[in-house]
Every structure is written in C-alpha cells, then in structure tokens.
C-alpha cells in the first residue's frame, strides 16, 4: 500500500545548526511530494513540493529533492532559527482516482536560543 | 484574501450531544475534507466530497457525519456514536491533484 514513514522526533537543534527530517515513502506510480509544517494551536501550512523525480522544492531556506530511486524527500535547512520550533509533515499524493493525501506522523522540531 | 474558516475554534461537548463544526472556503475549489488529529499523531482521514451533493467515507467515519449542499461549505457533526470525540479537528480542500489548503482548526473538547 501507500504511505509515509517519517523520522521520530522530537528533534532538538541550537539556532544556526543543520537541519534534517528524513521522508521514505512507498508507493505504486508516480506521486505527488510535500512538507507540510505546524505550528502549535494551528492548521498545517505548505512548506514545499515536488511533482515528479529530481525535482527540488524550496521556501523560506527549506529544501527537499524528490529520490525515486531511494523513495525518499528529505526536508534540510542549512541554519534553522527558533522560529522555525514547529511540526513538520511529510505527504504524498496523486495516485489513483482520488486525490487521496498520505501524511506522516509527524516529527516535531525544538530549536533552543 | 482567499481561505479556509473553521468555526469554533474551541468547543466542549457533555456526553451524548451532536455538535456540528463549521467549514468555508472561498478558494473555489472543488474538493473538502475532514481531518482529525489526536496529540503526537498524523492525520486520519475522515470524510471527503469532490464535488457538491456527494461525499465519501474516509478511514475513520464511524460517528460522523457530513454535508455538502453548497461548493463553499462542508460541515461536519460529531454524534454520540463517536465513542472518543476529543480530538482536533482540521478541514481543508484543494483544486484538481494541487496541494492541500488547511483551516486553522477546532479544538473539541468532551466533558
């Protein structure tokens, strides 16, 4: 079947240090790729996406490479801030006839002063 | 500026009441969905409607219910039969195979 396999967090980093989230995924055909982030008390927003194989996304110093050869779409960030202190989730979409949204479970981000 | 707004954002339920929360979007898309989050979890699917006057059972619809009579709205009532209804709630919708747009989310609380 589908689905999305993120790394378990939470993941605490000091300000200015490397970012990485890892995201494998399995799935039949050619999906759709995305980081979504979270902050407390609020909806997800789109970080970034990637709609077919080496395509890189990137917003706000974020960035992630769609790998269909190892399935995976991992989020970096070269100097993270506090406030990017937040949840991340890692989704694929677009296979079959319904648009249906697979999502990770989550990997929580503390960035300290 | 296009959205999506849930209402409440916060709402307490006593035992054995329905409580409806409320979805509006003015992005024109053609697709909502329902979402439930629980503390520490991704989200589960509950209902979604691609188009008006017709929704689908998502992964989790046991105790739910939902309409769609209009393109802007899609409202979803927790019942009773939910045995565990604590949770957050999140709607979203999207346009075609695009990413998903997300509200801001409602807190239901059972007391």
């Known amino acids: 079947g589908n689905s999305v396999t993120q790394m378990e967090g939470p993941v605490t980093l000091s300000e200015e240090a490397f970012l990485t989230i890892n995201c494998t995924y399995t799935a039949t055909g050619y999906p759709s790729l995305f980081w979504y982030v979270q902050y407390p008390g609020e909806g997800l927003q789109l970080l970034l996406k990637?709609?077919?194989?080496?395509d890189k996304g990137s917003n706000k110093g974020f960035e992630a490479t769609y790998r269909k050869e190892t399935t995976s779409f991992h989020l970096e960030k070269g100097s993270v801030q506090v406030s990017d202190s937040a949840v991340y989730f890692c989704?694929?979409?677009?296979?079959?006839?319904?648009?249906?949204?697979?999502f990770g479970s989550g990997t929580k981000l503390n960035v300290k002063p | 500026d296009g959205g999506i707004t849930q209402s409440p954002k916060y709402l307490f339920r006593k035992e054995g009441q329905n409580v409806t929360l409320s979805c509006e979007q003015n992005l024109n898309h053609d697709a909502m969905y329902w979402y439930r989050q629980d503390p520490g979890q991704g989200l589960r699917l509950i209902y979604y409607s691609q188009i008006v006057n017709d929704f689908q059972k998502g992964d989790i619809a046991e105790g739910y219910s939902v309409s769609r009579e209009k393109k802007e709205s899609f409202p979803l009532t927790v019942t009773s039969a939910q045995k565990n209804p604590t949770a957050f709630y999140l709607c979203?919708?999207?346009?075609?195979?695009?990413?998903?747009?997300f509200g801001e989310g409602s807190r239901l609380t059972v007391l």
């Open positions: 989704a694929l979409s677009g296979l079959g006839n319904f648009n249906k949204f697979y």
């Open positions: 990637a709609t077919k194989a080496d």
């Open positions: 979203a919708s999207n346009l075609g195979a695009g990413e998903l747009f």
